[in-house]
């Protein structure tokens, strides 16, 4: 017998909805459940992400290099570090952070040390050169607010620590031989104190005058330091401590680094006329000499006036995108 189709009435439809609710609810609660039983997990995967990231995000022009305890910013010329305290039953909150800082200082202590001073030395080199340096160091270091503080999921506590390259770090631990140059007398006076007429009213840089150098050394193996050289074909130092005053190298550093070009011919740091040169290659067995053309290097010391943006220290360098753990 032929089966007819069953007819609901709109009174039965909504028996049926109002018994599906409870069916609605089991699910509900079994997906809570899931998410009690399996959170952990995920936490666990998020902070496998977040000490595996990078500290911080960064524009691609940037030179950040990563180390084995943290970052340095060779374009903005900072380091940073970071402590973390997994929870425990035993440990309260406070001393959780308290952990957590301790291991942020110690990281950036040892990340200090780890920077590439010159092509042959380290930062941690120079105490036996200079016994003030390393007590210097973990001075400021423990003398540093907090950079950023924060809890995650699980109770782990983080805390960011941020150091800048140039100030009271580089009064420590660039050499004593950088000292302050006075500016350079490009106008000829009478002995009344007045210009002279031949250059009254001459303009204060002649149109071949350079405002700062770029060196493209992409391709070079080039690895940053806080004191680079810049060489001739011939060995001699074109640019380096002896060329740059000491305030401004403390102040800004000896060199920036970017890894995109037009992002160094457009930075501030060499106005608006910068001389390009092309590096040849990288010397010394830190790669961090870099070393132009002679005719590059005869062009850039022929006139006062390059003389005088090398001491203000406007130079920035170019050099390839650095891959993971580059650093050390």
């Known amino acids: 017998m032929e089966r007819l189709p069953t007819v609901t009435s709109p009174a039965h439809r909504t028996h049926r909805a109002k018994d599906s609710c409870p069916i609605r609810l089991r699910k509900l609660k079994c997906l809570r459940a899931s998410w009690r039983r399996h959170r952990f997990a995920v936490f666990g995967c998020v902070l496998v992400l977040l000490l595996n990231g990078p500290l911080c995000a960064k524009p691609p022009a940037e030179l950040v290099v990563t180390f084995q305890n943290g970052i340095v910013n060779w374009s903005r010329g900072y380091m940073e570090t970071r402590g973390l305290k997994s929870p425990d039953p035993l440990t309260k909150t406070q001393d959780a952070a308290a952990s957590a800082l301790a291991q942020a200082r110690r990281h950036l202590i040892q990340l200090a040390g780890a920077i590439r001073m010159d092509a042959f030395h380290r930062v941690r080199d120079l105490g036996s050169l200079n016994a003030a340096i390393d007590p210097g160091i973990a001075h400021m270091v423990n003398q540093l607010p907090v950079f950023g503080q924060q809890y995650l999921s699980d109770g782990t506590a983080q805390i960011t ?13 660039l050499p004593a ?3 302050s140059i006075k500016p350079l ?3 000829a006076k009478m002995p009344s104190g007045k210009p002279s007429a031949r250059n ?3 303009p204060p840089q002649s149109p071949g005058c350079f405002t700062g150098l770029v060196v493209d050394a992409r391709g070079t193996g080039l690895q940053p330091a806080l004191l680079p050289r810049i060489m001739d074909e011939k060995g001699r130092e074109v640019y380096g401590s002896a060329f740059v005053s000491r305030e401004f190298a403390v ?4 060199s920036a680094y970017f890894t995109d070009f037009q992002t160094a011919v457009d930075c501030p740091r060499v106005k608006d006329r910068p001389l390009v040169v092309k590096a040849v290659r990288a010397s010394g067995p830190g790669k961090s000499n870099v070393v132009i053309r002679q005719a590059d290097a005869v062009r850039l010391l022929s006139v006062a006036e390059h003389l005088a943006f090398l001491r203000k220290c406007r130079v920035a360098i170019v050099v390839s995108a650095p891959k993971r753990n580059q650093g050390g």
């Open 251 to 254: 102040q800004r550093g000896i």
């Open 161 to 173: 620590l941020h150091m800048s390259l140039l100030g009271g770090f580089s009064q420590l631990v």
């Open 200 to 202: 009254r009213g001459a």
């Open 185 to 187: 007398q490009t106008l």
């Open 177 to 179: 031989e950088i000292k």
